[in-house]
């Protein structure tokens, strides 16, 4: 069964506790401002938002009573979710407050023109549209569906910015993922206790949910609550002009 295949045990709010205690037990959590001087068993945990900055906030309260801090990369291209609208920006301050660090989630492939030039001049950007929306310093950038093209910007900085898929990061910290809701490479548990001295720990939040579920259901979970909020957020700005939707009875 795919419950047991793709281990949709792991990705509940409860495993992740302990996921984050047992690597509390063997390694440093760093930010990317860190990593380069990091000393052996420095663990970067680090979050791309794809879908869902609200999920994102569970996991980012859950990592401060825990009193560990990590990275968020907001996607400002994103299909799912809109960072600069009021709700997503309350959401992305509160999770500075709970002292996480904001990076960029960079869509290289949104951009027409490939160039080194372009493609600093546009990270340079996004990274002041959120500085300015935020309030906050942006340090770091990860990229987005990377392609190979986007792979090949292997320097560590760009416009100032760390790049999480930099050569020197590469070849220094091990890597896990839960793309698309499952472990791409090795499970989180497996790595965190192995011989492994420095990991970059790399989640999804839409993924970690309270009870088990398939990704697929996460998935139309997410889009279904973003409809209904939309909804009702409609319905309540209407409501606060003291005007009336108008359906046909």
Same mark, same amino acid.
């Given at each position: ?13 409860s495993h992740y ?84 660090d904001i990076g ?15 493609f600093e001049s ?47 990061? *590469? &070849? $220094?910290?091990?890597? @896990?993922? %839960? ?6 490479? /090795?499970?989180?548990?497996?790595? !965190? =206790? ?21 990704? *697929? &259901? $996460?998935?139309?979970? @997410?889009? %279904? ?6 909804? /009702?957020?409609?319905?309540?700005? !209407? =409501? ?10």
């Amino acid at each position: 069964m795919n419950c047991n295949k793709y281990h949709f045990n792991d990705f509940t709010h409860s495993h992740y506790k302990d996921l984050i205690l047992q690597a509390k037990l063997k390694f440093n959590f760093i930010l990317f401002d860190q990593a380069i001087d990091a000393k052996e068993h420095s663990i970067l945990w680090r979050h791309d938002i794809d879908f869902s900055i609200s999920d994102a906030l569970e996991l980012a309260r859950i990592e401060n009573s825990f009193d560990i801090k990590s990275t968020y990369f907001l996607l400002l291209h994103s299909d799912y979710y809109n960072p600069l609208e009021h709700s997503s920006t309350s959401i992305a301050k509160e999770i500075i407050s709970l002292g996480h660090d904001i990076g960029i989630h960079y869509d290289f492939d949104y951009y027409s023109n490939y160039s080194i030039e372009d493609f600093e001049s546009n990270l340079k950007s996004e990274s002041l549209i959120l500085e300015n929306a935020l309030g906050t310093k942006i340090k770091a950038f990860s990229f987005h569906n990377p392609s190979d093209n986007a792979l090949s910007y292997t320097k560590l900085h760009y416009s100032g910015l760390i790049n999480a898929y930099s050569r020197e990061l *590469k &070849e $220094k910290f091990d890597y @896990c993922s %839960d793309s698309n809701g499952y472990w791409r490479y /090795e499970r989180m548990w497996d790595i !965190i =206790n192995s011989d492994k001295n420095f990991i970059q720990a790399l989640t999804h939040p839409v993924w970690w949910t309270e009870n088990v579920m398939s990704p *697929k &259901e $996460k998935i139309w979970n @997410c889009i %279904d609550k973003r409809c209904i909020n939309n909804k /009702e957020m409609y319905q309540k700005a !209407i =409501n606060s002009y003291g005007r009336i939707l108008i359906d046909w009875d």
